[in-house]
């Protein structure tokens, strides 16, 4: 299995490699990019890549994708309890869903805790609504590079599929 390390160097090389082709096609006016896209795509990468990367199943331990949250990497730890490493975290298209829904269940805890214990604090606000075309290359970024982390991991996209097909025929 590579080291978070590993992962890191694989992801931002294929970043780089990316920018370049990106880069080039705009120049060459093969494709439009705006900058808005660009960088919310980047965002997407980079937190798919550093933060919620698909070794948080291993957050009961140590690992580098909980290093990176500081402090609050202990709120990954029940994650890396619930899911098995390489299990459903490692699957090409739940797996990412569930790390964004369990983030977004810790936001909503937190927020919550915090609107009980400090209910003068007004807490930032998204812009509504949020727009296709700034989601679609955060969504497509941060899918990215998860699946550039299963390559490395040699997990295959129908690895999910053939574990249920599995669990079913020996039932
Ligand atoms: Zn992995």
Redesign the pocket.
């Known amino acids: 299995?590579?080291s978070g390390r590993v992962?890191n160097l694989v992801n931002i090389g294929a970043y780089s490699l990316l920018s370049a082709v990106a880069l080039i096609g705009s120049r060459q006016e093969l494709f439009t990019l705006t900058p808005a896209q660009a960088l919310t795509f980047t965002l997407g990468f980079a937190v798919g890549t550093f933060l919620l990367?698909?070794?948080l199943d291993l957050a009961e331990g140590r690992v580098d994708s909980k290093r990176h949250w500081g402090l609050l990497g202990v709120l990954w730890v029940p994650y890396g309890m619930l899911f098995s490493?390489?299990g459903l975290s490692?699957t090409w298209l739940l797996g990412p869903l569930t790390r964004l829904a369990y983030l977004a269940l810790m936001v909503a805890l937190v927020v919550g805790l915090l609107s009980y214990v400090a209910p003068s604090v007004t807490l930032p606000e998204l812009p509504q609504p949020i727009s296709l075309k700034v989601l679609a290359p955060l969504i497509l970024g941060y899918y990215l590079s998860q699946w550039l982390?299963?390559i490395a991991?040699g997990?295959r996209p129908d690895h999910g599929v053939r574990r249920s097909y599995r669990k079913l025929r020996r039932r």
């Open positions: 299995m590579p992962h990367s698909p070794d490493h390489r490692h982390h299963l991991d997990v």
